[in-house]
């Protein structure tokens, strides 16, 4: 396994110290950008528009990701 897919709660803090920790260790990370929450838009804004491009390596809805899924 070398690949991990990101989704969940919480974007400032659980998502996205996650996301740069599986980085950290060697793995291709997937952002699933509406499969995430928060508490107030900016928190999801900030983690996907501003963090997560420094660090990750695909940002997909949810759509995207079953049909790049579906086609392996």
């Known amino acids: 396994m070398d ?16 996301a740069r ?3 950290e260790l060697g793995y ?3 952002f699933i950008k509406d499969a995430i929450a928060a508490y107030r838009w ?3 804004k900030a983690t996907v528009e ?5 660090y990750g390596h695909i940002l997909l809805y949810t759509k995207e990701f079953i049909d790049i899924s579906s086609n392996i």
């Open 3 to 18: 690949h991990v897919i990101i989704i969940g709660m919480r974007a400032t803090t659980c998502i996205d110290t996650t």
């Open 21 to 23: 920790y599986v980085v």
């Open 28 to 30: 291709h990370t997937t």
């Open 42 to 44: 900016e928190e999801i």
């Open 50 to 54: 501003v963090n997560f491009p420094n």
